[in-house]
């Protein structure tokens, strides 16, 4: 979804950023076949999720709250391959402003659970400020 936008965001002057858990070589993997334009960053000690006060837990990775998501995963043509990373953690949407002034943020609840780009588009229009985009 944040990809689709990438025209958008940086046409207000931001950059996406997405940051896995996996090790550097599943970013640079999760880089190259998803986002080859894109920035990928990796934090395998979770530090940036626990900042953020992002959830974790297998209910909210495999609960039947996610099943939808996944039917809307499998009809879009994803499909899971190996597990790279805390398999249970969740992420989120972060926009930032210079000077890291945080000015919207949306914690993913369960796997699927993504904000609407128009929000995260709103809030760029706001500041023109980086955005950084941590996977489910």
């Known amino acids: 979804e944040m990809t689709q936008a990438r025209p958008d965001i940086e046409a207000r002057g931001a950059s996406l950023v997405f940051i896995g858990n996996g090790s550097p070589r ?12 894109a920035t990928v960053l990796t934090d395998p000690e979770l530090a940036s999720y626990r900042i953020i006060g992002a959830r974790s837990g297998v209910l909210n990775t495999l609960g039947p709250r996610t099943w939808g998501a996944g039917v ?13 990373g805390h398999p249970f953690q969740q992420g989120g949407v972060v926009v930032m402003a210079p000077g890291d002034a945080v000015v919207y943020s949306y914690l ?7 904000p609407p780009v128009a929000d995260v588009l709103t809030a760029l229009g706001r500041v023109g400020a980086p955005a950084v985009q941590l996977p489910a």
């Open 26 to 37: 599943s970013a640079g993997w999760f880089n190259r076949k998803f986002v080859p334009t």
């Open 72 to 84: 809307r995963a499998l009809r879009g043509g994803a499909r899971q391959s190996s597990v790279r």
């Open 108 to 114: 993913s609840r369960r796997a699927g659970d993504h």
